[in-house]
């Protein structure tokens, strides 16, 4: 039985790096073969509603601004700045006229699971705006310049290239995060610095056996802190709570299941880390807006169902 193509091959077309595939107000990222990040360059006025997806939007304009609102704050970015707007965060963009541009999405999920991430954790779940006077400003800009002519040049490790810029470049703003957020008091940094290492771990354990058994009171003793402390703790460090961020773990993984392979639904909840396919479903729609089947659906897109 053929499936039903949710976007035509004339539509399909109509963008060099792939195409905007809608659900509601979610957007599903797509990408070429091989890559994990995709680079629009526009010159036209637009306006995209307000929308969300799992990839992190970079608003890099050339010439002129983009105005993007998110959580009612609208930033006008100009041609010397660079907005960062995070994954499943709603935006909106608007591309007045005289505005060039580049916006460039990625899949963050192998920055977010790199060991020692979690101390710059609540960067990561906001608006990263630099603008103009910013010492690092013009570095960055200059870097996504350098990734893009890698993500053109088409080659075998392009990928990889272009997240190693990826990798600088937040190594770069999260070394200025955690300058500006670093306590002053010595005992008090002592004990940030503490319960960082023990956080870190926490993460690093649950990015590795998300499909055990794994709940808040065994986490807590794992960290030798009472359930309530390890709470406000990891909170603290990673700008989310722990179930919240156990349960997000485990839909990354679905996610990519369910876009890269023929698994049953049921043999995906299981290799996520879920005991129930229930409780996988509804949380799977709560997360994404849609059921795993339909999220599979869409990034089937053109393909044959025998």
Same mark, same amino acid.
């Given at each position: 039985?053929?499936?039903?193509?949710?976007?035509?091959?004339?539509?399909?077309?109509?963008?060099?790096?792939?195409?905007?595939?809608? $659900?509601?107000?979610?957007?599903? @990222?797509?990408?070429?073969? =091989?890559?994990?990040?995709?680079?629009?360059?526009?010159? @036209?006025? =637009?306006?995209?509603?307000?929308?969300? $997806?799992?990839? @992190?939007?970079?608003?890099?304009?050339?010439?002129?601004?983009?105005?993007?609102?998110?959580?009612?704050?609208?930033?006008?970015?100009?041609?010397?700045?660079?907005?960062?707007?995070?994954? =499943?965060?709603?935006?909106?963009?608007?591309?007045?006229? %005289?505005?060039?541009?580049?916006?460039?999405?990625? =899949?963050?999920?192998?920055?977010?699971?790199?060991?020692?991430?979690?101390?710059?954790?609540?960067? #990561?779940? %906001?608006?990263?705006?630099?603008?103009?006077? &910013?010492?690092?400003?013009?570095?960055?800009?200059?870097?996504?310049?350098?990734?893009? @002519? %890698?993500?053109?040049? $088409?080659?075998?490790? !392009?990928?990889?290239?272009?997240?190693?810029?990826?990798?600088?470049?937040?190594?770069?703003?999260?070394?200025?995060?955690?300058?500006?957020?670093?306590?002053? +008091? &010595?005992?008090?940094?002592?004990?940030?610095?503490?319960?960082?290492? *023990? *956080?870190?771990? *926490?993460?690093?354990?649950?990015?590795?056996?998300?499909?055990?058994?794994?709940? #808040? &009171?065994?986490?807590?003793?794992?960290?030798?802190? !009472?359930?309530? /402390?390890?709470?406000?703790?990891?909170?603290?460090?990673?700008?989310?709570?722990?179930?919240?961020?156990?349960?997000?773990?485990?839909?990354?993984?679905?996610?990519?299941?369910?876009?890269?392979?023929?698994?049953? *639904?049921?043999?995906?909840?299981?290799? !996520?880390?879920?005991?129930?396919?229930?409780?996988?479903?509804?949380?799977?729609? +709560?997360? $994404?807006?849609?059921?795993?089947?339909?999220?599979?659906?869409? /990034?089937?897109?053109?393909?044959? +169902?025998?």
């Amino acid at each position: 039985m053929k499936r039903q193509n949710l976007i035509t091959p004339k539509e399909r077309n109509m963008f060099e790096s792939g195409y905007r595939v809608m $659900h509601g107000s979610q957007e599903f @990222v797509t990408f070429w073969d =091989d890559m994990s990040l995709r680079v629009w360059y526009e010159t @036209v006025p =637009d306006y995209y509603s307000e929308h969300f $997806h799992a990839s @992190v939007e970079v608003v890099l304009p050339h010439e002129g601004e983009c105005h993007c609102t998110v959580g009612g704050i609208t930033y006008h970015v100009k041609s010397t700045e660079v907005l960062f707007v995070p994954s =499943d965060k709603p935006h909106s963009l608007s591309m007045p006229k %005289d505005s060039i541009r580049n916006l460039i999405l990625f =899949d963050p999920s192998c920055l977010l699971s790199i060991r020692g991430v979690s101390s710059i954790r609540p960067m #990561l779940e %906001d608006v990263i705006y630099l603008r103009e006077d &910013d010492p690092i400003c013009g570095q960055v800009r200059h870097m996504l310049f350098e990734m893009m @002519v %890698d993500y053109y040049a $088409h080659k075998p490790l !392009s990928n990889l290239t272009c997240y190693a810029r990826l990798m600088h470049i937040y190594v770069l703003m999260g070394q200025k995060y955690l300058e500006e957020h670093t306590p002053q +008091e &010595d005992a008090e940094r002592g004990r940030d610095d503490n319960n960082r290492v *023990i *956080i870190n771990r *926490i993460v690093e354990y649950v990015e590795n056996n998300y499909t055990e058994d794994i709940t #808040l &009171d065994s986490a807590a003793e794992m960290a030798g802190f !009472s359930k309530c /402390y390890f709470s406000r703790v990891f909170s603290k460090q990673t700008g989310i709570g722990f179930s919240r961020f156990l349960l997000r773990k485990r839909i990354s993984v679905a996610a990519h299941l369910l876009s890269t392979t023929q698994l049953s *639904i049921v043999q995906v909840s299981a290799q !996520s880390g879920f005991s129930s396919l229930s409780t996988f479903n509804r949380t799977f729609k +709560e997360i $994404h807006g849609c059921s795993p089947s339909e999220y599979r659906a869409l /990034y089937a897109l053109g393909q044959d +169902e025998e």
